[in-house]
Structures are given as C-alpha cells and as structure tokens.
C-alpha cells in the first residue's frame, strides 16, 4: 500500500521511510506514542498533506497521480465528531447525503439505512447536541458511510469517550469490517487495537519498529512477565542494574522482566537478586499485553527497550 513515506516539517523528521501493507477487508491498526507520526500518515493517505518521498496506492489510485481517485475511495473520521450539534441526526444525515448529490429520495432511503445499521434509530429527531459522545461517534461514522467507501481512516476515535461510548464504537467498527470495509486505525488505547486490529503496526520516531497480529507482538517479549517489587529504592536501583526490564517504576520500586514461564527460571533471576543484595520483596507474573509490548519498545524510564539480558531469560 504504501512504500517510503517520508515527511519533514520544519527541520523535524516525522515519518521516516514507513512501509505499510493493508488487506482489503481487514482492520489495521497504527500505534505509537503521542508525535510518532501517526496522524501524519493518516494525513498522508488521505490527501491532505503531500509526503516528501515515497509512494502508495489507496484503494487501488495512486497517491501523488491520482489523488481525486483515492478522495473518492476513502472516507476520513477525524478525532472530533464533525457534526452539527443543532440539528437533529436525521437532519445531519440528510444534509449530507444532500452535499454528496444524492437526490431527495435516495437520500431519505440512506439516512434510514444508516440510522438503522449504526443504531440511532431511536434518537434521529433529537438534536445532536443531546447526544452521548459515543452516539456522536457513532453518527459520524454513518456520515462517512452515506458513499460506501472501500478504505476508512478512523484517527483516535474513540478519545475522550466513556467505557460505555468507546464499547459502543467498537462495535460499529466491527460492523463496518464484517462488511467488508478496510479500516485503517489510529488509537492511544492499546485495548482498542487489542480487540480490533487483525494487523498492527508499531510506530516510534516516525519508523515502524513492530508489526504483526496482535498475539504476534505479545509473544515477541516472552511467554510471561515477572513483576518483582522491591522493599526499598536502593534494592530496587541495585536490581535495575542487573537487567533492562520492559518495565520499571522507580517510584513504586518495581520491575517487570520477559520470561519464558519457566519455574527454573523464577528461581534463577530470584537467586541472581540475592546475590546482588537485592531481594524481591514480592513476584508475579502475568501473559505479556500490547501495554508491555509498546512499553518494551518506545524507550524511557518507565518503558525501555528489552536488553541482551533480558532476552536471554525470555528464551
């Protein structure tokens, strides 16, 4: 899909030669930390901002030649619902369908369809206003259906949303895939990636560092995590020495180690920390998340790259 996407904006490198391949039908996710580049491919692809070098092909139209065709192929729902708030759904259904040259029946029969498939039956003469953040999303998303597009990019959207409000945008996007629409996905929400996303990719400093299926990742750092907690700060910087762990809070004095799972091994790193003078005060472990798979990638104090050593103990 897309092949050495590369963009600068004043002197800052925001995307640096980024490879993506996206199946049709499927929904792939975009991870990384805030500035990663993220929403600036997302920009990218949908034509809004020109890349510096590289090239792709969306739904089929080239990027740089062909840009009306990968406009009329795509549909972009942004971070914020861009829905008028004083009118009702229905009313910001129809309207759109209006400005998109659908004639006055057709667009009443589309508005019904989509009030019917994203659930908003029940609220479509309510203004928008009154509308939950998630039943804003949610109109938003039919808006970006009224032309059934072959590729959606969806930035962040579920930000700022409630449990409630995300579940239920969660479920519209899984709607739209069975549908057999291919999703393109940005999220802070591992979760979401987790629940959503048939492929993910990992960005960090504007380079894709990770990709794969969701289990893919997780099983790149190991089968289990070891979280050791330590008594005080000085047994915990002694252990700190001793291997990079995915995580470390030196706050609350803890460290989470890859592992194979092995009770062997347990006892070895415990063994290790004795013998360093820096016994854990408590262990256990848990199946590594995509929260320790970003973490173990995106560098930091409280998330570093996974060391020599602690790869050794994860084989």
């Known amino acids: 899909m897309a092949s050495g996407i590369t963009k ?51 739904a089929g139209h080239d990027l740089l030649t ?30 759109m369908a209006r400005l998109l040259h ?21 609220a479509r003469d309510r203004r928008v206003g009154t509308y939950s953040g998630g039943m804003k999303r949610r109109l938003d998303l039919a808006i970006s259906m009224i032309e059934r597009p072959e590729l959606v990019f969806l ?9 409630r409000g995300r579940d239920q945008v969660w479920g519209a996007v899984r709607d739209l895939a069975d549908d057999g629409v291919t999703i393109l996905l940005t999220t802070q929400y591992l979760e979401e990636a987790d629940q959503l996303a ?24 190991g089968t289990e995590v070891i979280r050791l907690q330590f008594g005080d700060r000085e047994s915990y910087d002694r252990a700190r020495c001793q291997f990079e762990p995915v995580r470390a809070d030196r706050r609350l004095h803890i460290l989470e180690v890859a592992s194979n799972g092995s009770a062997a091994q347990v006892r070895e790193l415990l063994g290790h920390l004795e013998a360093a003078g820096a016994p854990a005060l408590k262990l256990s472990t848990h ?7 970003f973490l173990s990638l995106t560098g930091g104090e409280a998330a570093t790259t996974t060391s020599a050593a602690t790869k050794e103990l994860a084989r």
């Open 8 to 58: 600068s904006f004043g002197g800052h490198l925001a995307l640096d030669h980024v490879d993506l391949a996206i199946d049709a039908g499927s929904v792939f996710a975009l991870l990384g930390p805030n500035g990663a580049g993220k929403t600036t491919m997302v920009r990218i692809l949908a034509t809004l901002v020109r890349p510096d070098a590289g090239t792709a092909a969306v």
């Open 66 to 95: 062909d840009p009306a065709g990968v406009r009329r192929s795509t549909s972009l729902t942004g971070q914020h619902a861009a829905v008028d708030d004083k009118l009702t759904g229905q009313e910001n259904l129809e309207m």
């Open 102 to 122: 659908l004639p006055r029946r057709p667009a009443r029969a589309r508005t019904a369809e989509l009030l019917a498939a994203f659930d908003l039956e029940d």
């Open 155 to 163: 930035d962040e959207p579920t930000t700022g949303l409630d449990p």
């Open 198 to 221: 048939d492929t993910i990719a990992m960005l960090d400093h504007g380079q894709v560092v990770a990709r794969g299926t969701a289990d893919q990742l997780k099983s790149s750092i």
């Open 287 to 293: 199946r590594p998340s995509l929260d320790d798979v």
